[in-house]
T-cell receptor, first 115, second 114 residues
Framework: GDSVTQMEGPVTLSEEAFLTINCTYT??????LFWYVQYPGEGLQLLLKATKADDKGSNKGFEATYRKETTSFHLEKGSVQVSDSAVYFC??????????????FGQGTILTVHP | NAGVTQTPKFQVLKTGQSMTLQCAQDMNHEYMSWYRQDPGMGLRLIHYSVGAGITDQGEVPNGYNVSRSTTEDFPLRLLSAAPSQTSVYFC?????????????FGSGTQLSVL
C-alpha cells in the first residue's frame, strides 16, 4: 500500500536558519502530495500541495517540489522564524478521483526554532 | 464559519466504558473522516464517509463504529474502551473526493483510557 516516510526529528534551529525536512513516498499511480502543519494545541492545516510531477507548492515562504523520479517532496524554507515552531506532516492522496478525502501521513517532524 | 467542530476536547475513560466523539461541519462537505494521532506514527485513518448513509473502514477500524445520518455529522463510537485507544482523535472533512483539495481538520479530542 501507499506509504510516506519523513526524516527523523526533532529538528532544532536558530532563527533565520535554512530548513529542510525530507519526505519520500511509495505509491501506485499518480498521487497528490501535501505538507500539513500542526501548531501546539491545534488541528492540522494545509501548508502547501502539489498535484503532479515537477509542480512546486509554496506558501508562507515554504516550498516543496514534487519529484517523481526520486519519489520525494522535501519541504524547505530559506529563513525560519520562531513562529514556525510546529509539527510538520508530509502526506499523499491517491489521484484519479478515488481518494474520497483520505490521506496517508508520514510520522511528523517536530520543528523548534530558537531566537 | 465554525468549520469542523469536535467535542469533547478532553476525555478520560475507564477500560470497558463506551463513549461517542462528536464531529460536525458546516461547510456542506460530502467527505468526512476520522484519524488517530499517536507519537511517532503520524495520523492513521480509522473510518471515512463519502456521503450521508455511506461509511467505510480505514487503516485501523477495530474497536470503533461510525454512522453518517446527515451530511453535517460524523460521530465516532468507542464500544468498549481499551488502553490501546489512548490517543488524540481528529475529524476532518473535504469538499473534493478527487484527492486534489485540502482537508479541514477539527482541533482534536485527547482521549485517555485507564
Amino acid at each position: 500500500g501507499d506509504s510516506v516516510t519523513q526524516m527523523e526529528g526533532p529538528v532544532t534551529l536558530s532563527e533565520e536558519a535554512f530548513l529542510t525536512i525530507n519526505c519520500t513516498y511509495t505509491a501506485t499511480g499518480y498521487p497528490s502530495l501535501f505538507w500539513y502543519v500542526q501548531y501546539p494545541g491545534e488541528g492540522l492545516q494545509l501548508l502547501l500541495k502539489a498535484t503532479k510531477a515537477d509542480d512546486k507548492g509554496s506558501n508562507k515562504g515554504f516550498e516543496a517540489t514534487y519529484r517523481k523520479e526520486t519519489t520525494s517532496f522535501h519541504l524547505e524554507k530559506g529563513s525560519v522564524q520562531v513562529s514556525d515552531s510546529a509539527v510538520y506532516f508530509c502526506a499523499l492522496s491517491e489521484g484519479g478521483g478515488t481518494s474520497y478525502g483520505k490521506l496517508t501521513f508520514g510520522q511528523g517532524t517536530i520543528l523548534t526554532v530558537h531566537p | 464559519n465554525a468549520g469542523v467542530t469536535q467535542t469533547p476536547k478532553f476525555q478520560v475513560l475507564k477500560t470497558g466504558q463506551s463513549m461517542t466523539l462528536q464531529c460536525a461541519q458546516d461547510m456542506n462537505h460530502e467527505y468526512m473522516s476520522w484519524y488517530r494521532q499517536d507519537p511517532g506514527m503520524g495520523l492513521r485513518l480509522i473510518h471515512y464517509s463519502v456521503g450521508a448513509g455511506i461509511t467505510d473502514q480505514g487503516e485501523v477500524p477495530n474497536g470503533y463504529n461510525v454512522s453518517r445520518s446527515t451530511t453535517e455529522d460524523f460521530p465516532l463510537r468507542l464500544l468498549s474502551a481499551a488502553p490501546s485507544q489512548t490517543s488524540v482523535y481528529f475529524c476532518a472533512s473535504s469538499f473534493d473526493g478527487a484527492g486534489n483539495e485540502k482537508l479541514f481538520f477539527g482541533s482534536g479530542t485527547q482521549l485517555s483510557v485507564l
